[in-house]
């Protein structure tokens, strides 16, 4: 079943031009709600299953920052997931854990009253020191950074004792691609 830009938490439904168009901060335009959802979606109503979502906490700190999809610091550490966690068997229940945990607390950071403020501490506090260990090729403290944001915003949204199914089935193509765990 596919998923429409009226279901995107990110679709701004103040924000209404003449006719049926609603302004979508991810394009930067208004968009017609009843076309397709793109990557960036995120499920504004929850059912049952695991939903595709292509936002991670990285992408919606940005967005909330008024950030491009293509900045350097979101193609960094799109790049670190692609050719370094993804290509070493270690990592990859770490992925899979993420996959499923990540789409939730970009939920909760983008419906936070507080979000931009909160935004501009995790890009300064975990974000960026990330972003340098990456470059500088200081991988395991790069890890480290992002586990310790992860967990922080576990606790933040009262997500410690989230479910994750570490006996699914992903099949490597797809991992690295945000799961929405649906309760």
Same mark, same amino acid.
């Not at 009226?6 to 017609?32: I, M």
């Not at 076309?35 to 292509?54: H, I, L, P």
């Not at 790049?79 to 229940?93: G, M, P, W």
């Given at each position: 079943? *596919?998923?429409?830009?009226?279901?995107?938490?990110?679709?701004? $439904?103040?924000?209404?031009?003449?006719? &049926?168009?609603?302004?979508?901060? @991810?394009? =930067?335009?208004?968009?017609?709600?009843?076309?397709?959802?793109?990557? &960036?979606?995120?499920?504004? @109503?929850?059912?049952? =299953?695991?939903?595709?979502?292509?936002?991670?906490? +990285?992408?919606?700190?940005? &967005?909330?920052?008024?950030?491009?999809?293509?900045?350097?610091?979101?193609? +960094? $550490?799109?790049?670190?997931? #692609?050719?370094?966690?993804?290509?070493?068997?270690?990592? $990859?229940?770490?992925?899979?854990?993420?996959?499923?945990? =990540?789409?939730? %607390?970009?939920?909760?950071?983008?419906?936070?009253?507080?979000?931009?403020?909160? *935004?501009?501490?995790? *890009?300064?506090?975990?974000?960026?020191?990330?972003?340098?260990?990456?470059?500088?090729?200081?991988? #395991?403290? *790069?890890?480290? %950074?992002?586990?310790?944001?992860?967990?922080?915003?576990?606790?933040?949204?009262?997500?410690?004792?989230?479910?994750?199914?570490?006996?699914?089935?992903?099949?490597?193509?797809?991992?690295?691609?945000?799961?929405?765990? %649906?309760?």
């Amino acid at each position: 079943m *596919a998923d429409f830009c009226a279901e995107c938490l990110l679709l701004d $439904l103040n924000d209404q031009k003449w006719g &049926n168009e609603y302004f979508c901060p @991810k394009k =930067g335009k208004y968009v017609d709600p009843k076309n397709y959802a793109c990557s &960036n979606f995120v499920k504004r @109503k929850q059912n049952t =299953g695991y939903q595709r979502s292509g936002c991670y906490i +990285t992408t919606i700190i940005c &967005n909330i920052l008024k950030q491009s999809d293509n900045c350097d610091l979101l193609e +960094t $550490l799109r790049n670190f997931r #692609d050719q370094y966690l993804k290509q070493n068997a270690e990592y $990859l229940i770490l992925l899979d854990e993420y996959d499923q945990i =990540g789409p939730i %607390i970009s939920n909760e950071l983008f419906e936070d009253e507080n979000n931009v403020q909160i *935004a501009k501490e995790l *890009a300064k506090i975990f974000l960026i020191p990330c972003y340098y260990a990456i470059k500088q090729k200081d991988y #395991d403290n *790069a890890i480290t %950074i992002y586990k310790n944001m992860v967990t922080a915003l576990k606790v933040r949204y009262n997500l410690l004792d989230c479910q994750i199914n570490y006996n699914r089935l992903t099949s490597f193509e797809e991992l690295g691609k945000g799961r929405i765990r %649906i309760k």
